[in-house]
Each structure stands twice: as C-alpha cells, then as structure tokens.
C-alpha cells in the first residue's frame, strides 16, 4: 500500500508561482507512474500532468502547458509540480496520484493510490 502527502498548496496571486510536493511512502516509488489531479468546486477531477518512472517522459493538459513543469526525485519518493504564471482558473485542490502499471493514462480512475489534496487558491 502506498502512502501520499502533498504539501505546498496556499493562496497566491496571479501571475504569481507554486511549488507542489508529494512524498510517499510505503512502496516502490520508481515502479509508479505519477501524475497530478486537480478539482475545482462543482467540476470532476481532471489530469493536469504526468510523469514516467524514467523522469524523462512527462504529459500536461494543454491549459498548463509552458506554465507548469512535473518532475519527480526517486532517491527523495518525491513528485514535484512546479506552476508558474498562476492564473484565478488554476485555483482547485491539486492531488498526486500513483500508477501501477506501465501505459500512460489521463483519467483518474486508471490511478491506484491519491493523496488527501492540497489547496491552491489563486487571487485575480
């Protein structure tokens, strides 16, 4: 069973940057995929980005791309999301999820294990 945390959610204002930290535990991290999950009030979770276990290969939904970067340390068991240029639309609760098999996916339910969310509340 594994085991994630996020930390680093909070209120910024536009324009402004974020860095989202997500640790596990309780498994083998670089055997994961691990992606990034946000979800606004009254709308379904949706992907913002993704990761290999490689570190190299990596997805983002075209609203973030150029503005966020994923990145994850296997020797730390740490996924990172680093968002720049915050705009009002990004504010929603981030999650970090893991994958267990190899094949890349976009949809939450094809992840094995989330963590609690993070808040990041954007002010215009």
């Known amino acids: 069973q594994v085991q994630l945390v996020e930390s680093g959610g909070g209120l910024v204002q536009a324009g402004g940057s974020l860095r989202l930290s997500c640790a596990a535990s309780g498994g083998t991290f670089s055997s994961y995929i691990m992606g990034w999950f946000r979800q606004a009030p009254g709308k379904e979770r949706e992907f913002v980005a993704n990761?290999?276990?490689?570190?190299?290969?990596?997805y983002y939904v075209d609203s973030v791309k150029g503005r966020f970067t994923i990145f994850r340390d296997n020797a730390k068991n740490t996924v990172y999301l680093q968002m720049n240029s915050l705009k009002p639309e990004d504010t929603a609760v981030y999650y970090c999820?893991?994958?267990?098999?190899?094949?890349?996916?976009?949809?939450?339910?094809?992840?094995?294990?989330w963590g609690q969310g993070t808040q990041v509340t954007v002010s215009s």
């Open positions: 990761i290999r276990r490689n570190g190299v290969t990596t």
């Open positions: 999820a893991a994958r267990r098999y190899y094949s890349d996916s976009f949809f939450p339910r094809d992840y094995d294990y």
